[in-house]
C-alpha cells in the first residue's frame, strides 16, 4: 500500500517533535498551529489525537498556537483546522503508534502484529499486560525525523472518541472569568493605551503632555513617541484610560482625509479602477435565450468582536515575547520582527483566548503596539488594550461589494449561460502578505508605501471571488471580477471573504430564475444539480422547514431557502429561513442541514453551524460600517447595531453524516447560505425583492413605499 499524501501543515513541519512530545504524568503534548478562537477545535483536535493514540482524552494536552513548540501553520482561516491540522495530527499520531509499537516489539521479542494498546499499554494478542507502555519505550524514539505516512489511521468503525459530543475544554475558564488574554496578569505589569492617527498620512503637529499627564492623574504617566505613534504607559489602568481619552482633546493633527460614505457602497464600486480578470468558460448566450440581470450589493461591515483587542510584550535580554489572542502566531513572530528590526529568533509569541473576530481584527495590531511600546521600555511587561470606539474604528472591515449576476436562460427557463460579475476591494490584508501591514507601521517613521491589491486565487478558494461560481448544472459559466485599487479604509479578512455577498446574490437570482420558470424554488434547484451530497442538504433542509406547505406569499409571511457549498470544496450547507416582515424583518424560525463528512464532535460543529447562522443573519439584516470624514464613525453599540439576544429565532440544525468521506471545513459554510435564505424569505414575505444589503428599517419602507403597499 502506498502512504497517503501528507497535508501541506505537515509537508511545511516535516518533524514529528514539532507535533508530539510524552511528557511526565503518563501525558501526551499535542501541538497545533492553528488556535482557539470560539470553534471548539482545542478540543475536536485533542479527541484525534487521543483517537489514534489510544489514549484517554483526559491524558492528551493541546497546545496551540505557540512559535515556541508547535507547528508553523499560518493564520487559522478559511476552516482549515480540522481539514489540514487534525488530518496532520490523525497521521502524526498513527506514525508515532506505529513506531512505538515496533519499538515495544523489539524489546519483548515479538512481532508488531502481535500487540495491541489500550489506553497507551501493550498488550499481547491474547490480552496479557506487557508491563510496558508508550512512556517506557518513547525516550528510545527520535521524534526529530519526518513523517512518512507509514502510519494507518483508523477507520471509522473503529472510532470510540471521534464522533462523540465531548465537552468544550475552553469552555469553564471563559465561563467564570478567567479564559481570556484580558484576565492575564505579569509581576509588575504595566498598562498602556494609545492615540492613533486619524488615518493613513496624518501628521501629528503638536502634543499638549501637560495637559493629558494632569487629565491621566498620574505623575508617573509615560509617554512613548515615535513619529506619529503615541502610547500612555501606567501602572493604573485608569490612568492610561483618562491620557488616552485627554490625548484626543490635546492633539492636532494635519493631512486629514476626507471620506463620503455613498461613494463607498457597493454599488458605487461599479467602475472605479480595478485590477480585472476572468475566470470560467468562454461563452455566448444561445440564440433566442431570454437573459435575466440583477445587481446585489453589500455595504462594509466590522467584525463588532464583543471584546476590544489587546496584548501582552515583555522585552527582556534582547528578546520579545508576545501574549496574543491573533490568528497566526508565527506570522505574528515575523511581522514582529520585521517591525523592530530584531531577529525572529528572538522573537517568541504565544496564543490566549481572546474573544473571537472570525477574521482580522485588531489583536495582530494590538501585539505590534504591545511590542513597540515594550522595546522602549525594556524590561517591562506592558499590557495594551484597545478601546471599544478604536477597535471599531481602526480594525480591518470586510469591503463592500457589489455583484451583478447575468442570466441567459433555455425555452425550458434552465440556465444556459451565467456570469457573475464582481467587484471588491481585497478581503486579505493580513500582516506579512503582499498587500498587508501592522496598523502602527503607518505611524512610524517610514510608513509602508502604497502597494497594489491582491486577493485570495481560486485554488485557495478565492477571495472577492469565493463562491461566486454556482455549483448547479450550466453549461457555460463564469466569474468577472473587479479588484477595486484602492479604499479609504483598510479591508480584510470577515467571516466568508466574498462568500455571503456571492451567495446572496447566486441564490437570490435561482429564487428569481425559479419564478420566471413557474417552478417552486426548491424543485428547480434540484432540476438542475446533479450533486447527490448537495441534493441531499437542499432535499432535507426543504423537509425539516415543511417546504411544501409554503404559501403563495406577498403576505408579510415569508420562508426561503438557499444552499452553498463554501467554497465549492468544503462542506455542504442548505438553510431555510421564516420571517415576518412590517417596517423590520423578525426572524421566526431557521432550519439547517449539513454534510461535513466525518463529524469529530457533533455538539462543537452544531454550535458552529448555529453561530454562523446568527452571525449571518446580524449581517444581513444590521449591519452596516459607517463612513464620514476622518474615517468609520460607527464606533459604538449604537451606531453599529448587531442582532440582539431578544432577536434570535429558534435554530434547527441537523447533520448528514457520510463518514466515508474526510472530514470538511464547516465554520464559514452556514453564513452565505444563511444570508441568501433571509433575502429569499423577504422577497417572499414583500411579493418584491430587496438587492441590497442590510435588509433594514430603512430598505424595508422604500420597498413598501415603491409597491404602494406602505403600512
Not at 124 to 151: C, E, F, I, K, M
Not at 385 to 398: A, D, G, I, L, N
Not at 441 to 457: H, K, Q, S
Request: proline letters at 7%; glycine letters at 10%.
Amino acid at each position: 500500500m502506498n502512504a497517503p499524501a501528507l497535508p501541506l501543515s505537515l509537508t511545511s513541519n516535516p518533524s514529528l517533535d514539532r507535533w508530539i512530545k510524552f511528557e511526565d504524568g503518563k501525558t501526551v503534548r499535542v501541538a497545533s498551529g492553528k488556535v482557539e478562537i470560539g470553534q471548539g477545535i482545542v478540543t475536536a483536535l485533542a479527541q484525534i489525537a487521543a483517537e489514534e493514540l489510544d489514549i484517554p482524552l483526559d491524558q492528551v494536552n493541546l497546545l496551540a498556537g505557540s512559535t515556541e513548540y508547535g507547528p508553523d501553520e499560518l493564520y487559522t482561516s478559511s476552516s482549515l483546522s480540522i481539514m489540514v491540522s487534525g488530518a496532520s495530527i490523525r497521521l502524526v499520531c498513527a506514525e508515532v503508534r506505529l513506531l512505538l509499537t515496533e519499538q515495544a516489539a523489539l524489546r519483548l521479542n515479538c512481532a508488531p502484529e502481535d500487540l495491541s494498546v489500550q489506553d497507551g499499554a501493550f498488550y499481547t494478542d491474547d490480552g496479557q499486560a506487557t508491563g510496558l507502555d508508550y512512556w517506557d519505550v518513547a525516550p528510545a524514539l527520535d521524534l526529530s525525523q519526518a513523517p512518512t505516512g507509514r502510519g494507518v489511521p483508523k477507520p471509522a468503525a473503529q472510532h470510540k472518541i471521534v464522533g462523540q459530543s465531548v465537552p468544550r475544554a475552553d469552555l469553564p475558564a471563559k465561563l467564570t472569568g478567567g479564559g481570556f488574554l484580558h484576565d492575564f496578569t505579569r509581576p509588575g505589569m504595566l498598562h498602556a493605551r494609545m492615540l492613533r492617527q486619524p488615518g493613513p498620512g496624518a501628521e501629528l503637529v503638536s502634543l499638549d503632555e501637560d495637559a493629558i499627564r494632569r487629565a491621566s492623574r498620574d505623575p508617573e504617566l509615560q509617554v512613548v513617541r515615535r513619529a506619529n505613534f503615541v502610547a500612555f504607559v501606567s501602572a493604573a489602568e485608569h490612568a492610561a484610560e483618562r491620557a488616552a481619552e485627554a490625548a484626543e482633546a490635546n492633539a492636532q493633527w494635519r493631512n486629514v482625509r476626507d471620506i463620503d460614505q455613498i461613494a463607498q457602497d457597493g454599488p458605487a464600486l461599479i467602475g472605479k479602477p480595478s485590477i480585472d480578470k476572468t475566470i470560467g468558460d468562454e461563452g455566448t448566450p444561445p440564440p433566442g435565450s431570454k437573459v435575466v440581470e440583477a445587481t446585489y450589493s453589500r455595504p462594509f461591515i466590522a467584525h463588532a468582536s464583543l471584546g476590544p483587542s489587546a496584548a501582552i510584550a515583555e522585552y527582556k535580554d534582547q528578546h520579545m515575547t508576545v501574549w496574543s489572542h491573533g490568528q497566526g502566531m508565527h506570522p505574528l513572530r515575523k511581522n514582529v520582527a520585521v517591525g523592530l528590526g530584531i531577529p525572529a529568533d528572538n522573537v517568541t509569541c504565544h496564543h490566549m483566548n481572546g474573544p473571537g473576530c472570525y477574521g482580522h481584527n485588531g489583536a495582530d495590531d494590538a501585539a505590534y503596539d504591545a511590542a513597540i511600546i515594550a522595546h522602549a521600555l525594556p524590561g517591562t511587561s506592558i499590557r495594551l488594550q484597545w478601546r471599544r470606539k478604536e477597535e471599531f474604528r481602526y480594525e480591518p472591515v470586510s469591503p463592500s461589494m457589489a455583484v451583478t449576476i447575468k442570466v441567459a436562460v433555455d425555452n425550458q427557463g434552465k440556465p444556459a449561460d451565467w456570469t457573475s460579475e464582481i467587484w471588491s476591494g481585497t478581503h486579505v490584508q493580513r500582516p506579512g502578505t503582499t498587500s498587508g501591514y501592522l496598523l502602527a507601521a503607518d505611524a512610524l517613521e517610514n510608513p509602508p508605501p502604497p502597494v497594489e491589491p491582491t486577493d485570495p486565487p481560486e485554488e485557495r478558494g478565492g477571495g472577492g471571488t469565493r463562491n461566486a461560481m454556482p455549483l448547479y448544472d450550466i453549461p457555460a459559466k463564469r466569474i468577472q471580477h473587479h479588484l477595486i485599487r484602492s479604499l479609504p479604509v483598510r479591508t480584510s479578512a470577515l467571516r466568508g471573504l466574498g462568500a455571503p455577498t456571492n451567495v446572496f446574490a447566486v441564490e437570490g437570482m435561482m429564487d428569481q430564475l425559479a419564478e420566471l420558470a413557474g417552478m417552486d424554488p426548491v424543485a428547480y434547484r434540484l432540476s438542475i444539480m446533479s450533486d447527490t451530497r448537495a441534493r441531499a442538504v437542499i432535499e432535507r433542509t426543504a423537509a425539516m422547514a415543511s417546504w411544501s406547505s409554503r404559501g403563495p406569499g406577498g403576505e408579510g409571511k415569508g420562508l426561503g431557502i438557499a444552499f452553498a457549498r463554501y467554497k465549492n470544496s468544503a462542506s455542504y450547507s442548505a438553510v431555510a429561513v421564516a420571517v415576518s416582515v412590517d417596517v423590520e424583518v423578525r426572524l421566526d424560525h431557521v432550519w439547517s442541514a449539513t454534510d461535513a463528512g466525518l463529524i469529530i464532535n457533533p455538539d462543537g460543529l452544531r454550535n458552529q453551524l448555529e453561530g454562523g447562522i446568527i452571525q449571518a443573519a446580524s449581517f444581513a439584516l444590521k449591519e452596516r460600517v459607517l463612513l464620514e470624514g476622518d474615517g468609520i464613525q460607527s464606533r459604538d453599540w449604537d451606531s453599529y447595531p448587531i442582532l440582539r439576544f431578544s432577536e434570535v429565532p429558534p435554530v434547527d440544525v441537523e447533520l448528514i453524516q457520510p463518514n466515508e468521506h474526510p472530514s470538511l471545513g464547516v465554520g464559514e459554510c452556514t453564513v452565505a447560505p444563511t444570508c441568501a435564505a433571509i433575502g429569499n424569505a423577504v422577497a417572499h414575505a414583500l411579493g418584491q425583492r430587496i438587492y441590497d444589503m442590510p435588509l433594514d428599517r430603512e430598505r424595508i419602507i422604500a420597498s413598501l413605499l415603491a409597491s404602494g403597499t406602505g403600512r
